[in-house]
């Protein structure tokens, strides 16, 4: 070896270093987290570099990397619904009712905190439950601009597809709505609701998966008033 080798490795080398076995399962799943955070803030102005990183900026969770959070899921019109542990979700997990591929699409709230978005501390993920009562996340539709708990519709996440398994449109309201519809092909459609059980003014709301291209979205009070827009529209991504 010349002496610039010697010194290399000298220098790559510190006293008394030991070789260790690389655990990849563990920098795998720990790489699917990271990329699961980064996900949460796309669309926030200061995290365009993020954005450009990821595919197309689109906030889809790494299916390969499921996340333990407990406990079984709830029904939307359950009366009573038992409280979850949060272990990553924030009170009580809804079911849609839309499967595809055999698997029901669930939404439930996870805590963001973010300096990027500082006014955003929640988003509602779409996911679904292995048999053994682990969640997947899939897509998470959180507030870019503004307070995320302001009046109005907010982070529609529009239909797409996510492992070849088809995603209903989604996102969350807040403010009395008792009725939440949508245009889609020269059609009114009505969305499904579940109040948030951790703050009963937001309203996570969903559509059939057969339903696409929806725009439009008004939010009705029980009088059957129009309640303020909010961010109206849905993106994909």
């Not at 002496?3 to 070789?19: C, H, K, T, Y």
């Not at 292995?130 to 239909?159: P, Q, W, Y």
Request: some cysteine; charged content about 20%; hydrophobic content about 40%.
């Amino acid at each position: 070896m010349t002496n610039l080798d010697d010194l290399v490795d000298a220098m790559g080398s510190p006293p008394d270093f030991a070789a260790q076995p690389v655990d990849l399962l563990a920098v795998m799943a720990a790489g699917g987290r990271i990329r699961r955070r980064r996900r949460v803030v796309v669309g926030a102005g200061c995290a365009l570099a993020v954005a450009a990183l990821l595919v197309g900026g689109a906030q889809v969770a790494d299916w390969a990397a499921p996340a333990d959070r407990g406990g079984p899921a709830q029904t939307a019109d359950q009366p009573t619904p038992t409280p979850t542990p949060s272990n990553g979700v924030l009170g009580d997990i809804v079911h849609t009712g839309v499967k595809s591929k055999g698997a029901e699409w669930l939404l439930y709230a996870q805590p963001i905190d973010d300096k990027a978005i500082p006014e955003t501390d929640f988003g509602i993920m779409l996911g679904r439950q292995t048999a053994d009562g682990k969640l997947i996340d899939g897509v998470m539709a959180n507030e870019a601009e503004g307070s995320a708990r302001s009046s109005g519709f907010h982070a529609v996440e529009g239909a797409m597809e996510i492992d070849g398994r088809k995603t209903p449109t989604f996102g969350y309201y807040v403010g009395p709505a008792r009725k939440i519809t949508g245009q889609a092909h020269g059609k009114t459609v009505t969305a499904h609701q579940a109040t948030w059980s951790e703050d009963p003014s937001v309203q996570i709301f969903w559509f059939s998966t057969s339903t696409s291209g929806i725009t439009k979205l008004t939010a009705l009070d029980k009088d059957g008033k129009r309640l303020p827009a909010g961010h109206n529209s849905a993106g994909v991504g």
